[in-house]
T-cell receptor, first 111, second 110 residues
Framework: DTAVSQTPKYLVTQMGNDKSIKCEQN?????MYWYKQDSKKFLKIMFS???????INETVPNRFSPKSPDKAHLNLHINSLELGDSAVYFC??????????FGPGTRLTVL | QQQVKQSPQSLIVQKGGISIINCAYE??????FPWYQQFPGKGPALLIA?????SEKKEGRFTISFNKSAKQFSLHIMDSQPGDSATYFC?????????FGEGTQLTVNP
């Protein structure tokens, strides 16, 4: 059984479009995250939700909007996509204060 | 401001050798220090972790050494194998915030 799953795995789209990435975890963890990994492989936290409540909101353009319908799901919606949004986006989940379990990533390419 | 600094950026080791990756942190509130291994096209996977009240933790060929006074910790991979070739990230946690180092690309030559 997949612990943290993301869909889609690949996303290719035109500048200006709106797209969503979905994440689900079946680990019973209470905290979920979105991370962005750039071309230099640096992992930067974007958002974190604890039991559906937003607890970390880094300096991210407000074109990015996370939504957590329940504590097992965390989705990321991106409006008006730009070239610089091209990256790999990882969802992760954790029990507070411990290391996270990461999903397989979504490679977003904006043309 | 990068709160967790990792070195080297890349490392080449011969099969059977010891790989050593170092990290330094600034925030003394960090209370959990995991290491992640990432293969191309995959998500980071938790490898080993340590809490600051312990100076060393060993799991198989992987050992974390932790120096609280120096605010440094390191990953040692003994008997390095070509299958260990991957990117390694140190990280530090306080509360729900996980902060990563910049990553080390490890190549183990056969």
């Amino acid at each position: 059984d997949t612990a943290v799953s993301q869909t889609p795995k690949y996303l290719v789209t035109q500048m200006g479009n709106d797209k969503s990435i979905k994440c689900e975890q079946n680990l019973g963890h209470d905290t979920m995250y979105w991370y962005k990994q750039d071309s230099k492989k640096f992992l930067k936290i974007m958002f974190s939700y604890n039991n559906k409540e937003l607890i970390i909101n880094e300096t991210v353009p407000n074109r990015f909007s996370p939504k957590s319908p329940d504590k097992a799901h965390l989705n990321l919606h991106i409006n008006s996509l730009e070239l610089g949004d091209s990256a790999v986006y990882f969802c992760a989940s954790t029990l507070s204060g411990t290391g996270g379990v990461f999903g397989p990533g979504t490679r977003l390419t904006v043309l | 401001q990068q709160q967790v600094k990792q070195s080297p950026q890349s490392l080449i080791v011969q099969k059977g050798g010891i790989s050593i990756i170092n990290c330094a942190y600034e925030n003394t509130a960090f209370d959990y220090f995991p290491w992640y291994q990432q293969f191309p096209g995959k998500g980071p996977a938790l490898l080993i972790a340590i809490r600051p009240d312990v100076s060393e933790k060993k799991e198989g060929r992987f050992t974390i050494s932790f120096n609280k006074s120096a605010k440094q910790f390191s990953l040692h991979i003994m008997d390095s194998q070509p299958g260990d070739s991957a990117t390694y990230f140190c990280a530090a946690i306080v509360g729900s915030r996980l902060t990563f180092g910049e990553g080390t690309q490890l190549t183990v030559n056969p």
